[in-house]
């Protein structure tokens, strides 16, 4: 027997959503070499109040620099030594120096401290003898 669905007695039209995503494309620097460094950056405001956890999606398109030989693109807290909340790992499919790359993340953190927790988008070229060039990022939070 097919189960059966709730109906939908109540709408969400009209009702403001927008506190609770945050985003952000701008892109706050490229990786130099081998080190790891923030991408992009959001806080989450004090209006966005928490449930459940907070849904987290990074994007990053990039041209691996010299001797890069993997990337690793990462969602943290705070910032390069706050704790991780996603990564890709060592990836290694199609890292070649002057090649253009995206590589996207997602995560769920259910530990983040609202209102003012921050969270950073970073990448990693592993091997990496001269910086790699961010030709786009994205990072977007989603409160729940």
Same mark, same amino acid.
């Given at each position: 027997?097919?189960?059966?669905?709730?109906?939908?007695?109540?709408?969400?039209?009209?009702?403001?959503?927008?506190?609770? /995503?945050?985003? +952000?494309?701008?892109? @706050?620097?490229?990786?130099?070499?081998? *080190?790891? &460094?923030?991408?992009? =950056? #959001?806080?989450?405001?004090?209006?966005?109040?928490?449930?459940?956890?907070?849904?987290?999606?990074?994007?990053?398109?990039?041209? /691996?620099?010299? +001797?890069?030989?993997? @990337?690793?693109?990462?969602?943290?807290? *705070?910032? &390069?030594?706050?704790? =991780? #909340?996603?990564?890709?790992?060592?990836?290694?499919?199609?890292?070649?120096?002057?090649?253009?790359?995206?590589?996207?993340?997602?995560?769920?953190?259910?530990?983040?401290?609202?209102?003012?927790?921050?969270?950073?988008?970073?990448?990693?070229?592993?091997?990496?003898?001269?910086?790699?060039?961010?030709?786009?990022?994205?990072?977007?939070?989603?409160?729940?």
């Amino acid at each position: 027997m097919a189960s059966q669905l709730e109906r939908i007695v109540t709408s969400a039209l009209g009702l403001d959503l927008s506190p609770r /995503v945050i985003q +952000s494309v701008t892109v @706050a620097a490229s990786p130099s070499a081998a *080190t790891e &460094t923030t991408i992009c =950056t #959001i806080p989450i405001p004090a209006a966005a109040s928490q449930a459940s956890g907070i849904l987290l999606f990074g994007f990053a398109a990039f041209t /691996v620099g010299t +001797s890069g030989a993997s @990337a690793n693109l990462k969602i943290r807290q *705070t910032g &390069t030594s706050g704790a =991780t #909340i996603a990564a890709t790992g060592a990836t290694t499919g199609g890292i070649t120096a002057g090649n253009l790359v995206d590589m996207n993340v997602q995560g769920f953190d259910t530990a983040g401290v609202l209102p003012g927790q921050v969270y950073v988008l970073t990448l990693t070229i592993g091997s990496g003898a001269a910086p790699s060039t961010v030709s786009a990022a994205s990072l977007v939070a989603l409160v729940v």
